[in-house]
């Protein structure tokens, strides 16, 4: 009894064609690509795109990037600006 060789390649070969693609990061920016495994990091995320900044040590939000740098330097001691 002979099996024939070619069947078997074709086999081997059509299984190691098969990809799983994971479904790790389902919630993406599509303006720089970041990834996050949940919408409301995503969201928070795409504040910073939209020009209103979020303090990620106490979670406040700020419109306008001078106000989140101020608060950050004042409250926490933490220069986001140019460091001289
Ligand atoms: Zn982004
Ligand atoms: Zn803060």
């Given at each position: 009894m002979e099996?024939?060789?070619?069947?078997?390649?074709?086999?081997?070969?059509?299984?190691?064609?098969?990809?799983?693609?994971?479904?790790?990061?389902?919630?993406?920016?599509?303006?720089?690509?970041?990834?996050?495994?949940?919408?409301?990091?995503?969201?928070?995320h795409m504040k910073s795109h939209t020009g209103e900044t979020f303090c990620h040590i106490c979670q406040r939000s700020y419109s306008n990037v001078q106000n989140y740098r101020m608060h950050m330097l004042f409250v926490h001691k933490i220069g986001t600006g140019r460091q001289t």
């Open positions: 099996r024939s060789y070619w069947w078997e390649q074709m086999v081997a070969m059509h299984k190691g064609g098969e990809y799983k693609v994971g479904a790790r990061e389902k919630f993406q920016c599509s303006i720089c690509g970041s990834s996050y495994t949940k919408n409301y990091d995503l969201r928070k």
